[in-house]
């Protein structure tokens, strides 16, 4: 906790009612000694997590604005802010979610920190760029996870992307080629670069992944890294097989137009 940080005056009693009022909580947050979720299905969930790829967080964030999209009960948010970060905005689609992360920064005494009801598709709203944003454990949510990506990109992205997404698959990445040919040379067969288990994939989950209906992909790893390059991102750095540390770059093809799109809306939609 910073200096300044100063706990909100709850009993152990009233804080317990409060996380309980709140529950399900998907983030275990230790609030000065009482855990927010102590029994979930992953374990010391995101704290776990966090500990195999924290070398890639920057652990100096002193003065710069972090956007956490998707930030949930802001357990990285939390972890940004313990880092210095001026102001963290964190965003998500789900009010219940951004409760609990408005309580966890109260009680942990944290200012500096506000939470929105606002979609990743909606970015351009926050009309701001910001030094990180993180993009954890949101992508393969998405019907449209690469709109999303380059959303980001043209909108919020300012310097860094720390992002991940469950992955399935392959972990070993090919290189693609820069151009495609429609034959292997010299024939009519098809290229096999396609079916190389380390070629770019994304797996499309019509159904319910873990019964859940909101995950729609899973990329593997080479794809996971072929989108963030395509969207303007270079691969800084990885760890725990799926997070990515990420700088913004020249969006591949740019100066053929935006990569994003705005579909417009019927007159009776
Ligand atoms: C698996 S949780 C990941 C939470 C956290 N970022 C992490 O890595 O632990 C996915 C979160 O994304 C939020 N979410 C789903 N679709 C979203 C959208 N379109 N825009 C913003 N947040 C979204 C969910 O409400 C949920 O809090």
């Not at 313990?82 to 408005?102: C, F, M, N, P």
């Not at 392959?170 to 820069?178: I, K, S, T």
């Not at 070629?199 to 794809?223: C, L, Q, V």
């Not at 990515?244 to 007159?267: E, H, L, T």
Request: net charge negative; glycine share 8%; hydrophobic share 40%.
């Amino acid at each position: 906790m910073p200096a300044d940080a100063q706990p909100i005056d709850l009993s152990g009693r009233e804080l317990s009612t409060r996380i309980a009022e709140l529950a399900p909580w998907f983030h275990n947050i230790d609030l000065n000694g009482t855990p927010t979720a102590p029994d979930h299905f992953l374990g010391n969930y995101p704290a776990d997590k966090f500990a195999r790829f924290s070398q890639i967080f920057p652990a100096d964030l002193t003065g710069k604005s972090v956007l956490d999209i998707g930030c949930n009960a802001g357990f990285y948010s939390v972890e940004a802010l313990r880092r210095g970060a001026s102001r963290v905005v964190g965003i998500d689609s789900d009010d219940r979610y951004l409760e609990q992360g408005r309580l966890a920064t109260q009680a942990l005494g944290f200012t500096g920190v506000e939470f929105r009801n606002l979609s990743v598709y909606d970015v351009a709203q926050l009309g701001e760029r910001f030094d990180l944003v993180i993009f954890m454990g949101v992508l393969y949510h998405l019907r449209h996870p690469l709109l999303a990506l380059d959303l980001i990109r043209e909108h919020v992205a300012g310097d860094a992307m720390l992002f991940q997404t469950m992955q399935q698959g392959a972990r070993e990445v090919d290189d693609v080629p820069e151009d495609h040919p429609f034959f292997e040379p010299g024939t009519y067969q098809p290229p096999a670069y396609f079916d190389s288990p380390g070629y770019p994939k994304m797996h499309f989950i019509e159904r319910k992944f873990s019964g859940d209906w909101t995950n729609w992909w899973a990329p593997n790893t080479a794809a996971s890294m072929a989108m963030l390059r395509a969207a303007g991102f270079s691969v800084e750095d990885r760890a725990d097989g799926d997070v990515y540390f990420c700088r913004v770059a020249p969006v591949p093809f740019g100066d053929y137009g935006p990569a994003a799109v705005y579909p417009s809306k019927g007159v009776n939609s």
